[in-house]
Structures are given as structure tokens and as C-alpha cells.
């Protein structure tokens, strides 16, 4: 894997560039839409590529349990087996260490799961989690990471970077074992909302020399500053030359925000699963479709959007698709929610490479927020 930098913005730090893996190039700045049991929920391949998804994110800890990374393994690899020929990250199972609390244990030699869908037990070591991964064919690889939740104490932050970083050095080591291995390995940076255990986390972390690094433990409820400032910590110290990826960040101010100090790629299940439930993100807003006020609305989703959803139908019938209980609904919202976080992405990148970024990022913020704050006040009402 290689990270070719295009352009650096003059004003912020935002980076536009181009990630080379196994089964693609993927433009910089860019946002992977989650497919956590290898499939993006109501999607499918044919219609991501047309969309312009250059990559999606995977979940170790759930293919593990079904189908199994040995039937993946046999069936060519998770692109062949999912049907996506382009670009896979696989998380590795540290999010469900913090999603499913009540499910695990964490010792210094991994966690121990009580697995949500049967019961069964399973324990995941750093050297299990990295074989998974490279049996699914990933591109690029997560080390297994201790995620605290938000708030935490100093004390147990402190504990979650000490495992965080000795689970690191063994992933590094149970990967270097497979010298035919494709996939690149990127360490995690913990820390939680604590400055200098983000520095001491990103020192360690970053002695490794692996071919990226991420953002863990951040946009789980912190105030939005916050996750900024921490931001901001991480990539002063990240290296330049590898990639950079804030684990979990969705929100358009989010990304814009990140983007500016340094940051490279995101992902988030928002876009999927506030579409499957009845929210979009638009130009204008977030629209609530199954609010009254769109029972008559003739109008497109978003009249500035071009995806599908918009070309076709109307307000008004995605919001009785949604009354009636119909598939349909959740896949346009979805669709058309993808379509916006890719654009979003493709707008990004125009604009770092135009060199007005800073300009433009005040000016969609701007807009974005004000007509946001119109439509929730809107949709809270009958």
C-alpha cells in the first residue's frame, strides 16, 4: 500500500491524494460506507459503483461468526465472495470490545465474547484477529484495540492504551509471519478524550512503522470540540507520508472539520442506518420522510441531488413507501444517503485541489447548519 500526496490546502491541513491497494486506487479524502456482515444493508455491489464507493468497511468480529473466515477463505477471498471487486477495511472487533460491554471480558491476552447471535463463547487474540483478517483478503488490516466508552476515567483509559498498544505489537507480528500477506496493518490510537494519553498512545502506536494509522475512541457522545482538539493532537503526530483514518465519524460538520486537520478517511453506519429508518441527508437538511407535513409534498428529496432516489420519486411517495411498511423505502433513503456522503466527498477533494477548501468548508458549514437547524424545526412539527 502507498499513500501518493497530491496537494496540501495552504489555509488548514487538509490533504487530497490517492491510496494504492491490492484491488484498486481510492481518492483522498474519502468516506467508506459500512458493510458490517459484507453487505452495505439494502444495497448492493452494482449499485455502490454507481454511486462512485471506492471502498467499504467490513467487521471481523461478525464474519467470524458467520459464515466462518475459513468459507470466506475458500469462497476467494471477501471481494470475490461479497461480489466487490474494489478496495475492503476490516475492522477488527475492537468497536464490538465497546458495543457489546456486557457480552465480553477483556484480559491482557484478548477478549473473551459470548457471542450475541447463539450464546457460544469465543476468545479473540491479537493473533486470531489479524489471521481472520488476512483469510478474509482484506486490504487494509485493524489491530485488535481496547475502545473505552465515553465518559471514562483517566485511570481505565490509561489501562485501554497499555493493552492497546502490546495487542499492536503482537498483530505487527503475527502479520510479518505471513510474508505473502497483501494486506497492510494500521495501529490504533487511543486515548480518550485525555491529551496526553493520546500523545503517549500515538508515540507508541507510531514506533511500530506501519502502513497507517487510525483515530479510535472518538464520536461516541463527546461534545463536538472535543473530538476536534483530539483530532487535532493525533495528526500533529501522525506521519505525513501513511494514512490517516478517523474510526466512526459521520456527521458532515464532522468530516469537514477532520478533514481540515489532516485527516484522510471515515466511515460511519449514519448514512445507512438514519436511511433504513426514515432520515435523509440533504442539501437542505435532514428530512424526517415520515413526518406529515410530506403528505402532499410533489417535490424531489433534495432538488440539488442527482442520485436516483431524487431523479424519480417524490417526497410524498417515499413517505408513504415508509407509512406502508414497504422495502423500497429504506433502499431509496439509504441509496440517496450514500450518494450524498460520496459527493460530499467528491466536493472536498475539488476544493482542496482547487485551493479554496477553507473558503468553501465555511460556506457549506454555514449553509448546512442553518437550513439543518430549519428542518429539525420543521419536522418536530405535526
Known amino acids: 500500500m502507498t499513500l501518493g500526496l497530491l496537494k496540501t490546502d495552504s489555509a488548514t491541513r487538509a490533504r487530497l491524494g490517492r491510496l494504492h491497494l491490492p484491488n484498486g486506487v481510492v481518492q483522498t479524502p474519502v468516506f467508506m ?11 448492493t455491489p452494482h449499485e455502490l459503483r454507481d454511486i462512485g464507493v471506492e471502498m467499504m468497511v467490513c467487521n471481523t468480529y461478525h464474519l467470524y461468526l458467520r459464515p466462518g473466515h475459513e468459507t470466506v477463505r475458500q469462497a476467494g477471498g471477501l471481494s470475490k465472495f461479497i461480489g466487490w471487486h474494489r478496495p475492503i477495511l476490516t475492522d477488527s472487533g475492537g468497536y464490538q470490545v465497546y458495543s457489546l460491554a456486557p457480552l465480553r471480558a477483556i484480559t491482557e491476552e484478548g477478549v473473551k465474547f459470548q457471542s450475541h447471535i447463539d450464546g457460544s463463547r469465543h476468545f479473540f487474540t491479537p493473533e486470531l484477529v489479524v489471521q481472520v483478517q488476512e483469510a478474509l ?62 500523545r503517549q498512545s500515538a508515540g507508541g502506536v507510531i514506533a511500530l512503522d506501519l502502513p497507517g494509522y487510525a483515530i479510535g475512541g472518538l464520536c461516541l457522545g463527546e461534545p463536538s470540540q472535543t473530538t476536534y482538539e483530539v483530532v487535532e493532537i493525533c495528526t500533529e503526530l501522525m506521519p505525513k507520508e501513511k494514512p490517516r ?47 406529515a407535513r410530506y403528505l402532499q409534498d410533489q417535490v424531489p428529496l433534495d432538488p440539488n441531488c442527482t442520485c436516483y432516489t431524487c431523479r424519480d420519486f417524490t417526497r410524498s411517495y417515499l413517505r408513504h413507501l415508509f407509512i406502508a411498511g414497504e422495502a423500497l423505502g429504506p433502499h431509496l433513503l439509504t441509496l440517496h444517503n450514500i450518494h450524498f456522503f460520496i459527493n460530499l466527498m467528491k466536493d472536498i477533494r475539488a476544493h482542496i485541489e482547487q ?28
Open 33 to 43: 460506507p459500512v458493510g458490517t456482515q459484507g453487505t452495505v444493508k439494502t444495497m
Open 137 to 198: 483478503g482484506s486490504d487494509v488490516l485493524m489491530c485488535l484495540d481496547v475502545c473505552p466508552p465515553y465518559p471514562v476515567s483517566q485511570e481505565d483509559a490509561l489501562k485501554a492504551v497499555n493493552i492497546t498498544q502490546v495487542w499492536a505489537e503482537r498483530c505487527k507480528a503475527a502479520h510479518s509471519l505471513q510474508p505473502a500477506a497483501v494486506g497492510s496493518l494500521f495501529g490504533i490510537i487511543q486515548g480518550a478524550t485525555y491529551p496526553e494519553l493520546r
Open 245 to 291: 483514518y478517523l474510526m466512526g465519524s459521520g456527521y458532515p460538520e464532522d468530516i469537514i472539520a477532520s478533514v481540515a486537520r489532516g485527516v484522510d478517511m471515515f466511515d460511519c453506519v449514519l448514512p445507512t442506518r438514519n436511511g433504513r429508518t426514515g432520515t435523509a441527508f440533504t442539501s437542505e437538511g435532514r428530512v424526517t420522510i415520515r413526518n
Open 355 to 382: 485551493g479554496d477548501f477553507a473558503n468553501w468548508s465555511q460556506q457549506f458549514l454555514t449553509r448546512y447548519r442553518a437550513t439543518d437547524r430549519a428542518a429539525e424545526e420543521t419536522n418536530s412539527k405535526p
